[in-house]
């Protein structure tokens, strides 16, 4: 079961906290990866740690042009991409009145057009291969909502119609589209948050905790898989209970 031998995966934003969890995650199932970032040195660290079957691809995505090389290069040394995991992510929060069009655009570009860039280029392999599966990495708030994050928000709840409207449209070629969208979750950003709002948020959540990057990991292993072929157009929430959408 779950077994990703002889499949590639492109994961963008690789060098993160759920972006390595990913990459771990995929790697363990069998797949060869294609792993994209900014910044080199942790590509290097975690294509270190994985060994073998593992390619990197330093990739700025706010850079249509870049975005083209990043799938060129990636299906020229491995001749196929048969998943696709738009995991990369920024912020640039402010509240709405105080929002510069420079950090609207910025967020929007890389959470969400990126991802469409990325999606339009590698489906016409998957097509041909008459096989694939594209997971996008939403969030919480693209449910929900929060102050101070409306490109943020807006990025992510893109997502989702993306998501669905893409599902539809490669459904029939045995392609599945489907969107994980975590709540709060261990990471480096989540480590600035200073304690005491760690616990009002703690009480917020149903399970009473933080999730974990692996936890996100292990949801996109499963919809990776041959196991999840009768899944599409899906939004899988994964926030132990914050927001029952």
């Given at each position: 079961?779950?077994?990703?031998?002889?499949?590639?995966?492109?994961?963008?934003?690789?060098?993160?906290?759920?972006?390595?969890?990913?990459?771990?995650?995929?790697?363990?199932?069998?797949?060869?990866?294609a792993?994209?970032?900014?910044?080199?040195?942790?590509?290097?660290?975690l294509?270190?740690?994985l060994?073998d079957?593992?390619?990197?691809?330093?990739?700025?995505?706010?850079?249509a042009?870049?975005?083209q090389?990043?799938?060129?290069?990636?299906?020229r040394?491995?001749?196929k991409?048969?998943?696709?995991?738009?995991?990369?992510?920024?912020?640039?929060?402010?509240?709405?009145?105080?929002?510069?069009?420079?950090?609207?655009?910025?967020?929007?570009?890389?959470?969400?057009?990126?991802?469409?860039?990325?999606?339009?280029?590698?489906?016409?392999?998957?097509?041909?291969?008459?096989?694939?599966?594209?997971?996008?990495?939403?969030?919480?708030?693209?449910?929900v909502?929060?102050?101070?994050?409306?490109?943020?928000?807006?990025?992510?709840?893109?997502?989702?119609?993306?998501t669905?409207?893409?599902?539809?449209?490669?459904a029939?070629?045995?392609?599945?589209?489907?969107?994980?969208?975590?709540?709060?979750?261990?990471?480096?950003m989540?480590d600035?948050?200073?304690?005491?709002?760690?616990?009002?948020?703690?009480?917020?959540?149903?399970?009473?905790?933080?999730g974990?990057?692996?936890?996100?990991?292990?949801?996109?292993?499963?919809?990776?898989?041959?196991?999840?072929?009768?899944?599409?157009g899906?939004?899988?929430?994964?926030?132990?209970?914050?927001?029952?959408?």
């Amino acid at each position: 079961m779950f077994n990703l031998r002889g499949k590639v995966a492109l994961v963008t934003g690789a060098t993160g906290a759920i972006g390595g969890a990913i990459a771990r995650t995929l790697h363990k199932m069998g797949a060869t990866l294609a792993l994209s970032g900014t910044k080199v040195s942790n590509l290097e660290s975690l294509a270190k740690e994985l060994g073998d079957r593992v390619q990197l691809f330093a990739c700025n995505l706010n850079s249509a042009e870049a975005i083209q090389d990043l799938i060129n290069n990636a299906e020229r040394f491995f001749d196929k991409i048969d998943i696709l995991v738009n995991n990369a992510g920024i912020t640039r929060d402010n509240l709405m009145m105080r929002m510069s069009d420079e950090d609207w655009e910025d967020v929007i570009t890389v959470n969400l057009e990126a991802p469409f860039r990325l999606m339009r280029g590698v489906s016409k392999g998957m097509i041909r291969a008459r096989w694939g599966r594209i997971i996008n990495i939403s969030s919480v708030v693209g449910a929900v909502g929060n102050p101070g994050q409306t490109n943020y928000s807006a990025s992510k709840s893109g997502l989702f119609g993306l998501t669905k409207s893409a599902a539809l449209e490669l459904a029939s070629r045995n392609i599945t589209v489907n969107c994980v969208a975590p709540g709060f979750i261990e990471s480096p950003m989540s480590d600035k948050i200073p304690e005491a709002m760690k616990d009002a948020l703690r009480k917020r959540i149903p399970v009473g905790r933080i999730g974990n990057p692996q936890e996100i990991a292990s949801a996109v292993g499963f919809l990776a898989s041959e196991e999840a072929s009768y899944i599409t157009g899906h939004v899988l929430h994964v926030n132990g209970g914050l927001a029952m959408v």
